[in-house]
């Protein structure tokens, strides 16, 4: 009896130490397993915030006075702009990527309608989607009717040209100079600074508030390439990037003022010398590239008077005399 209790003890001792065992084993599976997708987890979003735009947002628009083509990638104005705010808004799926030098797209203008009023820019996420970008908070828009550029201020700058039937305009940021930037048919029109207000992810938008409006919006990013951009982008970022590595390199401040200084010698200017070099005494350490080529400073003297007594003979027409010293100054010169 005892025998067989101990042994039945042993028995279940057995079985709970292994079941302890496999819970043990469960428990840092499913830990590990948490582990690894919270881990997981910020690469997963941050891909997610860096997702260029790839189509409109057929959600988040002024659904009423406008409709987005099945392709997500054409819209038409639909209704008669009565009133201010029937303005027909969308924006497309994603804002705008930030890691990077710059986020560009375009649209073209397949109908400009009656009045012609289209706006193309950037919002943020909680833009009121009745009002043209620009006219509110947290935007910036190119208008196509007046060429006026809108930044949130109730009232257009003078910016560009109108745009119309036919035309592809396109808008940008430059994370480099955190400046908008906007195109027509392939040419920059302009840029403006972006203001440091400006909250939140800002999303390309466009705007039609003209009866026969019609759009083919093209989200032609250099990630996606849907299309060739009208605009030279690839040309453009390859410019910014070498301003980028030029800025980076550090000169003395007096390097502006050796080539400068040497430029004058070089043609023997005397009097624009010396007054360059008197008024560069107070704020700019003197930098003499007669001495550091050999010469000295006084010769360097010397030949600038001499050339500068050859050129007032030569202008005066005296050339015979101009020879004479020549042949004095310079015997190897005059052979």
């Known amino acids: 009896m005892n025998s067989s209790n101990t042994n039945n003890g042993q028995s279940n001792n057995g079985k709970s130490s292994r079941l302890d065992g496999i819970n043990r084993d469960l428990g840092l599976y499913f830990l590990e397993l948490a582990r690894l997708r919270s881990s997981a987890a910020p690469t997963e979003m941050e891909e997610d915030e860096e997702e260029a735009p790839k189509e409109l947002n057929t959600i988040n628009s002024s659904g009423g006075f406008l409709v987005v ?42 109908d400009a309608g009656a009045k012609g009023q289209i706006a193309i820019g950037f919002t943020n996420e909680g833009f009121k989607m009745r009002r043209q970008p620009g006219w509110e908070v947290n935007s910036c828009g190119y208008h196509g009717d007046d060429g006026l550029l809108y930044r949130g201020q109730g009232k257009g700058d003078a910016f560009g040209p109108t745009y119309t039937t036919g035309d592809t305009v396109g808008g940008g940021i430059n994370y480099a100079s955190q400046e908008f930037f906007f195109t027509k048919n392939g040419v920059l029109v302009g840029t403006v600074c972006k203001e440091k207000e400006m909250k939140g992810r800002l999303f390309p938008t ?26 030279d982008l690839k040309a453009t970022q390859e410019r910014l990037k070498r301003q980028m590595t030029i800025e980076k390199i550090s000169l003395p401040p007096n390097i502006s003022y050796g080539l400068v200084r040497s430029y004058l010698l070089h043609y023997g200017y005397e009097d624009t010398l010396s007054s360059f070099d008197l008024a560069s005494k107070s704020t700019i350490p003197p930098v003499y590239i007669a001495q550091e080529n050999g010469f000295d400073e006084q010769d360097i003297g010397y030949a600038l008077n001499q050339r500068k007594i050859l050129r007032q003979l030569i202008r005066n027409g005296e050339i015979d005399a101009a020879i004479s010293k020549l042949r004095d100054w310079y015997p190897q010169i005059v052979q």
């Open 206 to 231: 466009i705007a039609v508030h003209s009866q026969n409006e019609e759009y083919a919006y093209l989200l032609v990013h250099v990630n996606f390439g849907q299309k060739k951009f009208a605009f």
């Open 69 to 110: 083509a099945p392709d997500k990638l054409s819209v038409k104005y639909t209704t008669v702009n009565l009133h201010g705010h029937d303005v027909g808004v969308v924006q497309a799926n994603k804002p705008a990527p930030v890691k990077c030098l710059l986020y560009y797209f375009e649209i073209y203008v397949k």
